[in-house]
């Protein structure tokens, strides 16, 4: 059974850092790309970050770029994203989603973590 | 921001179909292939249409998905009370080099 559990989520002040995991288990995790989707209160789904199979493209929402990173560890079978400079408005739920399909064109995206949350706040 | 437009509520009584539209652009939608999810609070989004019209093993073919030039829709009919959820369209955009997602639809069944 495919399964991706979230952690790392908490209370963190601006201008902190954190660093999310995603676990992944029931599948080879070196054979897929991941994603990072973020919910806010209230809020859609917003895509964060993706990151091929060897980590030799990372891709980032403008919204984050240069201030989160994404990364893998295929011997763990885990996900990370290391969080700098944080801002009130990246207060979500974080999940990991496993990315099915070839190109990312024609990908998707086809189990999820139940997310963790990080609150930015003073 | 979301850049692929939904309305932001749909309902329909038991047994009623409801259509939900997703409108992008040549970018997104117009090239690429488009994924719905379906989204309880408090749980994991589940993947509900991939490729613009294939269903994964295990949705019900109550859910249907089309695409045609850079729109997209998502029907469900046979509406049921379990099918209250929070629906949203996605698509990899070549401009921006990342997955968006659609502004989510909120289904009420009445």
């Known amino acids: 059974e495919v399964q991706l559990v979230e952690s790392g989520g908490g209370l963190v002040k601006p201008g902190g850092s954190l660093r999310l995991s995603c676990a992944a288990s029931?599948?080879?995790?070196?054979?897929?790309?991941m994603n990072w989707v973020r919910q806010a209160p209230g809020k859609g789904l917003e895509w964060v970050s993706s990151?091929?199979?060897?980590?030799?493209?990372?891709y980032y929402a403008d919204s984050v770029k240069g201030r989160f990173t994404i990364s893998r560890d295929n011997a763990e079978n885990s996900l990370y994203l290391q969080m700098n400079s944080l801002r009130a408005e990246d207060t979500a739920v974080y999940f990991c989603?496993?990315?099915?399909?070839?190109?990312?064109?024609?990908?998707?995206?086809?189990?999820w973590g139940q997310g963790t949350l990080v609150t930015v706040s003073s | 921001q979301s850049v692929l437009t939904q309305p932001p509520s749909a309902s329909g009584t038991p047994g009623q179909r409801v259509t939900i539209s997703c409108s992008g652009s040549?970018?997104?939608?117009?090239?690429?292939?488009v994924n719905w999810y379906q989204h309880l609070p408090g749980t994991a989004p589940k993947l509900l249409i991939y490729?613009?019209?294939q269903r994964p093993s295990g949705v019900p073919d109550r859910f249907s998905g089309s695409k045609s030039g850079t729109s997209a829709s998502l029907a469900i009919s046979g509406l049921q009370s379990e099918d209250e959820a929070d629906y949203y369209c996605?698509?990899?955009?070549?401009?921006?080099?990342?997955?968006?997602f659609g502004t989510g639809t909120k289904v009420t069944v009445l």
């Open positions: 996605a698509a990899w955009d070549d401009s921006l080099n990342g997955y968006v």
């Open positions: 040549s970018s997104n939608i117009g090239s690429n292939t």
């Open positions: 490729n613009n019209n």
């Open positions: 989603a496993r990315v099915m399909g070839g190109a990312y064109s024609s990908s998707w995206f086809d189990y």
């Open positions: 990151i091929s199979t060897s980590s030799s493209y990372k």
């Open positions: 029931g599948f080879t995790f070196s054979s897929y790309s």
